[in-house]
């Protein structure tokens, strides 16, 4: 069976700070991936997806990037944090063109 | 880009009550998830459902595509069923995105 998994589960962070938030998926091969952030508990926002290794499409303009080093790992990044990128961070994969199956999440408070 | 929206916003219910959540979206889909956000926000996939009917214990959904939504029952609610149900809506091309509403937060009481 598939499972998925991310981390940190939560993470504080200065305003300023750099960011690396890291998912990994199993038992599948060549799946689509996903980065959403969720806010204030509600509205879930797709940040990025992958359709395969190297391939990265941008859904919202913003201080975050992705990148997929591997097939099965997709990872969120930041140079510099802002106030505004706090937030519930969730990878999700699925092996197109079917249901998506999320990650624990994961919490990111910036201070 | 797809609009989904999600009624009532939120809903309290004493224990063993029945409740129907409803899920409009904006245009033609063909796929059609319905999830279950939990107290420590973990999403839990309940049907994928982009036409027809399916049933899971006390849960089931209808989507009728031609029409534009697609409804959630519960019956014999739970305190354990509390949380936010979320409707997500796609289009399986172009890396099978979802696009979310807003959620249905529920309540379940003793």
């Known amino acids: 069976s598939q499972t998925i998994h991310q981390w940190p589960a939560t993470l504080v962070q200065p305003v300023g700070s750099p960011l690396s938030l890291e998912c990994t998926v199993e038992g599948t091969s060549n799946p689509n991936l996903y980065w959403y952030r969720q806010a204030a508990g509600r509205g879930l926002q797709l940040l990025f997806y992958?359709?395969?290794?190297?391939?990265i499409s941008s859904e919202v303009p913003q201080n975050l990037s992705a990148s997929r080093p591997q097939d099965r790992q997709f990872i969120l990044s930041s140079k510099k944090l802002l106030l505004s990128d706090s937030g519930f961070y969730l990878c999700?994969?699925?092996?197109?063109?079917?249901?998506?199956?999320f990650g624990p999440g994961t919490r990111l408070t910036v201070t | 880009g797809i609009q989904v929206e999600q009624s009532p916003p939120d809903l309290i219910l004493q224990e063993g009550a029945n409740s129907t959540l409803r899920c409009n979206f904006s245009d033609s889909v063909n796929n059609l998830q319905w999830f279950h956000q939990n107290p420590w926000g973990q999403l839990i996939n309940l049907f994928y459902?982009?036409?027809g009917t399916k049933q899971n214990g006390r849960l089931s959904a209808t989507t009728v595509a031609t029409e534009r939504y697609s409804l959630l029952y519960i019956s014999s609610s739970q305190t354990t069923d509390s949380g936010v149900y979320f409707c997500?809506?796609?289009?399986?091309?172009?890396?099978?995105?979802?696009?979310f509403g807003t959620g249905t937060q529920l309540k379940v009481e003793l």
């Open positions: 997500a809506v796609g289009i399986t091309g172009g890396g099978n995105k979802l696009t």
């Open positions: 999700a994969w699925s092996y197109r063109p079917y249901e998506q199956y």
């Open positions: 992958s359709v395969g290794i190297g391939q």
């Open positions: 459902i982009p036409s």
